[in-house]
């Protein structure tokens, strides 16, 4: 592979594979969780990570775990792209209200993502570095590109937006070049940024159930739908399961869950965990 801003090393040992994304320490670490949960799940498929300026260290450790690094560059966005969507002039222009963002996300780096479409792979599954998987997903690279579950917290409006930390792509330069040109064009801006873009670029998105993307504010809002049993990918949008955060006691079985997943002990069958409070479940 010698694409332009793609420095991988080693070889593929799939047609397949799990891709997330770090461009620092913080999720350098929550990378590891994620990929040591995807190997519990059984898969054969590679697993790829993305990185730009990690420290040596930590891409070591992810290799101990047989992960594949692979170095990219930012994207070669223009000077006026980055301006705006920098992180203090992003958060003026289009605030978060609905949850903090922890001080280590810088919203450009997430734009990132769309290298995976240079990858060596004929399917990709992308996943935050932010998530872990309970059980085998495999079959999500049976899915066409481009699916993604719909980015469901708070109530039914969520439904028309997708949420791009779960999503299935078939890698192709070509594909890349035509993202790449529709990206960055004068006065641009994409308010929730790979994901507005995503979701523009794919306006029919194939929908995904929700299970393969659980969003941790589902605990808090929408009790009724979670079910242990049925998630399948539980992904902690906004505060970060590593962070000392003001929701990390309403959210604390999902924290513990995470931590079982980023160590080397024994995890937890969900199935044993408590229900969300307020979700009558165990009522016939
Ligand atoms: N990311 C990263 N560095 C950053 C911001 C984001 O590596 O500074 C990657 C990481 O994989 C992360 C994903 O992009 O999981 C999306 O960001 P995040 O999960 O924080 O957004 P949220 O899910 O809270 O909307
Ligand atoms: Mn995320």
Do not use: C
């Not at 579950?149 to 779960?166: C, K, W």
């Amino acid at each position: 592979m010698t694409a332009e801003g793609i420095h991988p090393t080693g070889k593929a040992r799939s047609d397949r594979a799990f891709v997330t994304l770090a461009t620092n320490r913080d999720y350098a670490t929550g990378a590891a969780a994620l990929f040591r949960s995807l190997r519990r799940t059984g898969t054969t498929a590679d697993l790829v990570l993305l990185y730009t300026d990690l420290p040596p260290d930590a891409v070591e450790g992810l290799r101990a775990l047989g992960v594949r690094p692979v170095r990219v560059d930012l994207l070669p966005t223009s000077d006026g792209f980055n301006a705006l969507h920098a992180r203090d002039r992003l958060h003026g222009a289009a605030p978060f209200t609905k949850g903090e963002k922890p001080p280590f996300h810088t919203p450009l780096d997430n734009f990132a993502k769309l290298r995976l479409w240079q990858l060596d792979y004929d399917r990709v599954v992308f996943i935050d570095a932010d998530a872990i998987v309970l059980q085998n997903i495999d079959r999500l690279f049976d899915y066409p590109e481009f699916s993604a579950a719909p980015n469901v917290y708070e109530s039914l409006a969520d439904f028309h937006r997708l949420n791009s930390g779960v999503f299935t792509a078939r890698p192709s330069a070509a594909t890349f070049e035509v993202m790449l040109a529709r990206l960055d064009q004068p006065g641009r801006f994409w308010r929730r940024t790979d994901q507005t873009f995503l979701e523009s670029h794919f306006p029919n998105w194939h929908g995904l159930p929700v299970f393969d993307n659980m969003l941790q504010y589902v605990w808090l809002n929408l009790p009724q739908l979670w079910r242990w049993q049925d998630i399948r990918v539980l992904h902690y949008q906004y505060e970060k399961p590593w962070q000392d955060h003001a929701k990390a006691e309403a959210l604390r079985p999902l924290v513990e869950l995470w931590r079982a997943h980023a160590g080397d002990g024994p995890v937890p069958d969900p199935r044993d965990l408590p229900p969300p409070p307020g979700s009558a479940s165990g009522a016939a």
